[in-house]
């Protein structure tokens, strides 16, 4: 039990502090390659920030099956994704709003929205017949190519008109740094976020085995959590600036991200079969916590606003879901 909880605290510490030099190495290469930092910005970084989640998919899809235990699939990878969503929401967005209660303005968060509705629909439907099948996770892989070449070019025509979330996208970006170390920084980053993320996939299945409760559910709540710290710290340090607008796009876009990405990676190396309560308990919170976010951050009247009692409400909603699904369902 211990060595488990070791696992998991130091697979998740590691998978965070390496996805975060990795993006750093990344983008200083491709600045140095002379791509632009809109590019960079929009691209790498989105794919760096939800890189943990990517490792701990593609891990968890190639994991060997034990003796006993032949119908095994990527089950933390399936968890994970839906409750990274869920956590990205309910608790990054919440605790982000009780910093500071948030304004968006930003026409292109708006224009992402309706792309989040798509994503999750095309989840649903997948997620009908209780499996992820191969051709299902390609199709889910090739949205999220088409997603990245719509956002490069909405985002080349939203700087024109100084849209506020690009603009402080781009003001982020770090400063130049020297190829060498930048690619020093790429192959530590790959190799930590492997290392960790298969420690965090055992220390998972460990605990999942010492509770009697599934690893999807480990995957829903403690593996989601740890993998979704990076939207957490840079919500948090954006809205401490004034970038509301980063704020709430690391929010849409990473759950944007998990839904095809994350999803389509198990779905197309593994075909895993879907747990009924995925259908029944986690995708209608999962999309009721989107409805609530696009509400609310839309501004059918002005800007959008999320203020502290609406972050109080998100903030209690995760407290209450984690206690239900982890020892309840």
């Not at 909405?154 to 740094?177: A, F, N, T, W, Y």
């Not at 192959?187 to 996939?201: A, P, R, T």
Request: hydrophobic share 55%.
């Amino acid at each position: 039990m211990i060595e488990n909880i070791a696992f998991i605290v130091i697979g998740i510490t590691l998978l965070v502090w390496s996805a975060d030099r990795f993006t750093d190495g990344a983008a200083a290469i491709a600045r140095n390659l002379g791509v632009s930092r809109l590019i960079v910005g929009l691209t790498i970084v989105a794919i760096g920030s939800s890189a943990p989640e990517i490792f701990v998919s593609i891990l968890d899809s190639l994991k060997t099956c034990a003796p006993d235990k032949p119908d095994c699939g990527p089950e933390v990878a399936i968890g994970n994704a839906l409750g990274s969503n869920i956590t990205n929401i309910a608790l990054v967005l919440g605790i982000t709003a009780l910093v500071r209660p948030l304004m968006i303005h930003s026409g292109l968060l708006k224009r992402e929205i309706p792309i989040l509705f798509l994503s999750s629909a095309a989840a649903f439907v997948f997620f009908w017949d209780y499996r992820l099948s191969h051709t299902e996770g390609f199709i889910l892989l090739t949205g999220l190519v088409f997603y990245f070449f719509w956002l490069v070019r909405v985002g080349i025509q939203s700087r024109k008109e100084h849209d506020p979330m690009v603009d402080e996208m781009i003001d982020e970006l770090p400063e130049g740094m020297p190829t060498g170390k930048a690619t020093f920084w790429v192959i530590l980053g790959l190799v930590l976020l492997v290392g960790s993320s298969k420690l965090l996939i055992e220390g998972a299945s460990g605990i999942a085995s010492t509770f009697g409760v599934s690893e999807t559910v480990i995957g829903l709540t403690i593996v989601a959590l740890g993998t979704s710290l990076p939207e957490l710290g840079a919500s948090v340090a954006s809205v401490l600036k004034n970038e509301h607008e980063i704020a709430i796009g690391n929010v849409i876009g990473s759950n944007i991200f998990n839904l095809l990405g994350v999803l389509g990676i198990p779905a197309a190396i593994a075909a895993p079969v879907i747990e009924k309560n995925i259908l029944h308990i986690d995708y209608p919170l999962m999309l009721g916590l989107i409805i609530a976010m696009a509400i609310m951050a839309y501004g059918f009247r002005g800007p959008g606003r999320i203020n502290r009692i609406e972050g109080t409400i998100l903030v209690a909603v995760f407290l209450g879901y984690y206690i239900v699904r982890f020892f309840v369902l």
